[in-house]
């Protein structure tokens, strides 16, 4: 049997098995029961259905372990040895002629902030899983069917400390982004940035919609791919049981098209069966793969949760906003040593609305901790914007507790000669796929000419070699000293940025403003240097974008430089320009600037996710004298409608729709003492929420909740695996108008309907809504439910109606 690494390398197409859900519940599987837990005990059924995707020619086992951590487990069992176990059943039927694949599904929890879990929680419980697995046989380490970045992220993290065993990542999308906002290509520019040697996407859709994705990621992929679609959407057959439309024959027909989208490795995910493998290598045949032919030869790549900000000699330069540091900054440097960022956040906001597409982040004042700081600042930056960021500080330690908080790929400013420093942090670097920037600096000594940089540069990056760091995470600083002490400085520092790009092809930026200083009219001589630089290949710098005369600069240079098609961008922004003007607002492709014009500050609050001013915003509106339903009615609420507008609009995603739904419940919880002394606070409509018996996931309803809340609903939430009479008991007692139900899987889903016959069989008015990841409208119409929703704000819409 080849090593895995090495088929990765060949021109052969190789095939994953399909699903195992309803295999499983067609052999026993009670619903609602973990699969995990049922073969513990049932472990010759598992040992069958391998053999069978054996048989139907499955290259690569996938051992039943998706729900072996402990959340998904709840300690009824030891979580090393299940998937010990799990994946020695796989090995076993596997033998010498499959790969076993050690699958890692999903916690059911979000990373903070958006969750109640750390970073270096969820990577603790993934080591766990994965140590067992790898006792048990797996030849790769396979995370499928994840929906957050961050979580991705951890699983490849972990299985690092763990083994040296291949990494195979695989997202779910629902249309053009996962569920909290991260799109294909973004989730590949990440695992790139991670060294994942394979990298797919299963789950959520059939074959003919998987194909948009693979599409969407092709023009900047190195990396072998693979996909496996379900066999279509579940749906409910006349007897009330799921089943999946899609046959063998049609699925192989629309699913080998995956071949020539660059996939090398195809399976199935739900419904497929042994025969949908069968039939889907048989129509495949001896094609041989073809790596995609890459469009984007963009030299770096940051990313945030939800967007990628491509660096390169082709793409525009990009501005790092300087202003997040507290050199000279004295509000800034008290609010750090006080623990707070509000004007942290204003300058974030400040240069997004400016154009800048990466932010530098650096904490480093007198009396201020910057290792516990820096992370602290980074969490609170990545749950307001989607603007990627530059985690800078001298402290190594600082900088290592930032990555372990930042969910996608942030750039590291810097790693310089300093002894250790590359020791330090460039496994750091390595392991969380994080881009740096390369400070061409030894001890004290400023290197003056070209050639003395160029000699720091070089023996920086054998020690990077080394290290197995890839080129696709180095970017150098040309190093910008000051023109007023060394006349030649620009010169050398042009020389180097030349050298970077026709020699390493290495990325370069700059400290823009230090070749200026102690001269007068320092704009001139900056814009200048920009200019100058650019073309000669420097792909960044660090700069403030409040400076008319350096966008001007900039964005004429990308008309010259031939990097602004018709020169869009150029004619939107200068279309009006009469010289001298200021500068006017460019917010960076995908960035989250929020414009909130003229709105009230607590409308403004809510909308933008300001949960740390919130409070004292609606404390100047008291003051003002306005009555507290009033800032309810007439701020809180048109700032919640506002941003469930932006989420249908696709222009808010999971994170800043959360953001803002916190905000709203910080701003309320003040105003409630005074709405009940008013005796304004109205009658609320109940709504009683519960995930269905036998299911036990929550995110979701848990989500619905909390908007729910918002739009002026009581919610009474009963948690998950909730019976139906006790559904329809709680429905009673608190005279609900509406029941929410939610179900994650095709084997629960159909708990549903035993809540809707009670609430019919009692004579209730209550109304019954559903969600869920698998719950059509179909579905709803076929157990009699009275409406369905796909996400929160869908939601929240139906039962606005149904209560009206």
């Known amino acids: 049997m080849p090593d895995f690494r090495s088929i990765l390398r060949d021109d052969k197409v190789y095939f994953f098995d399909g699903g195992y859900g309803s295999l499983l519940q067609s052999r026993g599987l009670p619903a609602g029961l973990s699969p995990e837990l049922w073969c513990m005990k049932e472990p010759d059924i598992i040992r069958g259905v391998h053999q069978e995707y054996i048989e139907a020619g499955a290259n690569v ?12 487990l709840g300690g009824e069992v030891e979580v090393y040895e299940l998937n010990k176990f799990m994946t020695s059943i796989a090995r076993e039927v596997a033998g010498d002629n499959a790969f076993v694949a050690a699958s890692v599904g999903p916690t059911g929890h979000f990373v903070e902030p958006l969750g109640d879990l750390t970073f270096r929680e969820l990577v603790e419980l ?7 697995c790898v006792d048990g046989g797996a030849d790769l380490i396979l995370g499928e069917t994840h929906f957050d970045l961050a979580e991705v992220k951890a699983v490849v993290v972990a299985a690092r400390q763990v083994c040296d ?17 991260t799109s294909p290509l973004t989730f590949v520019d990440t695992m790139q940035n991670m060294g994942v040697e394979l990298i797919g996407t299963n789950c959520s859709a059939g074959p003919e919609q998987m194909q948009d994705t693979l599409r969407s990621w092709a023009s900047r992929l190195d990396t072998p791919t693979f996909a496996e679609a379900n066999a279509g959407l579940p749906e409910l057959d006349d007897e009330g049981n799921t089943c999946f439309r899609l046959p063998p024959e049609p ?9 020539d989208l660059g996939a090398k490795f195809l399976g199935g995910c739900c419904g497929t069966t042994p025969d949908h493998i069968r039939a889907l290598r048989n129509k495949v045949g001896d094609t041989p793969w073809q790596r995609p032919e890459k469009t984007d030869d963009a030299q770096m790549v940051l990313t945030s949760r939800s967007i990628s900000v491509p660096i390169g000699f082709n793409h525009p330069g990009a501005i790092i906003g300087e202003r997040i540091n507290p050199t000279g900054k004295k509000q800034l440097i008290k609010e750090l040593q006080e623990g707070t960022f509000t004007e942290a956040i204003r300058f974030a906001n400040e240069q997004i609305e400016l154009g800048a597409p990466i932010l530098d982040v650096n904490v480093g004042a007198p009396m201020v901790d ?13 749950s307001r914007f989607t603007t990627p960021l530059s985690i800078d500080s001298n402290d190594s330690a600082a900088v290592e507790a930032g990555l372990w908080v930042y969910p996608g790929s942030p750039l590291v400013n810097s790693i310089s000669g300093e002894p250790g420093k590359m020791e330090a942090l ?3 670097c390595k392991m969380f796929g994080a881009p740096f920037i390369l400070l061409p600096i030894v001890g004290n000594k400023l290197p003056v000419t070209a050639k003395e940089r160029l000699d720091v540069i070089e023996g920086l990056l054998k020690e990077a070699e080394a290290l197995g760091i890839p080129k696709r995470l180095i970017m150098v600083d040309a190093l910008a000293l000051t023109v007023s002490s060394k006349p030649e400085a620009a010169r050398h520092a042009l020389e180097v940025m030349r050298h970077c790009r026709d020699e390493w092809g290495l990325p370069t930026t700059i400290g823009l403003s230090n070749i200026s200083f102690g001269l007068p009219a320092r704009e001139l001589l900056n814009s200048t240097f920009l200019s100058l630089g650019m073309a000669s290949g420097l792909s960044s710098f660090i700069a403030n974008p409040n400076s008319a005369r350096l966008q001007e600069a900039l964005h004429t240079t990308e008309v010259l430089l031939n990097r602004d098609p018709q020169a869009e961008h150029y004619i939107a922004k200068f279309s009006d320009w009469t010289g001298g003007g200021g500068v006017q607002s460019a917010p960076a492709a995908g960035a989250q600037s929020v414009d909130t014009g003229d709105l009230p500050p607590v409308q403004a609050a809510v909308i933008k996710g300001d949960k740390d001013n919130v409070v004292a915003l609606v404390e100047t509106e008291l003051e ?3 009555p507290a339903m009033a800032i309810v009615n007439d701020l809180l609420i048109p700032g919640i409608l506002a941003v469930g507008d932006k989420y249908e609009r696709k222009e808010y995603f999971l994170p800043q729709l959360l953001q803002s739904a916190e905000t709203m419940q910080t701003a309320f919880a003040r105003l409630k003492p005074l709405l009940e002394e008013e005796g304004d606070e109205a009658e609320k409509p109940v709504v009683i929420m519960a995930t269905v018996e036998g299911d036990i996931h929550d995110i979701g309803k848990n989500i619905v909740c909390l908007m729910l809340k918002n739009y002026g609903f009581e919610v009474v939430d009963l948690g998950k695996d909730v019976k139906a009479e006790t559904i329809v008991d709680a429905a009673v007692e608190h005279k609900a108008s509406i029941i929410g139900l939610s179900a994650l899987m095709t084997t629960t889903m159909v708990r549903m309907e035993d809540t809707v016959q009670l609430v019919k069989e009692r004579s209730m008015d209550t109304k019954v809504i559903i969600g869920g990841a698998v719950v059509t409208e179909k579905f709803c119409n076929a157990i009699g439910a009275d409406g369905w929703s796909t996400d929160a704000i869908a939601a929240v819409k139906l039962a606005q109606s149904l209560v009206q």
């Open 126 to 132: 993934f080591k766990e899983q994965i140590k067992g």
């Open 165 to 181: 065993l291949p990494v195979a990542m695989s997202m779910t999308f629902e249309g053009e982004a996962s569920l909290t906002g």
């Open 624 to 626: 003002g004298g306005k």
């Open 370 to 382: 910057e290792v516990a700081l820096l992370p602290e600042l980074t969490k609170t930056l990545v």
């Open 426 to 428: 460039g496994p750091l």
């Open 251 to 259: 699925f192989a027909e629309q699913a080998c098209k995956f071949v």
């Open 61 to 72: 086992l996938t051992t039943n372990t998706f729900g072996g951590t402990r959340p998904k």
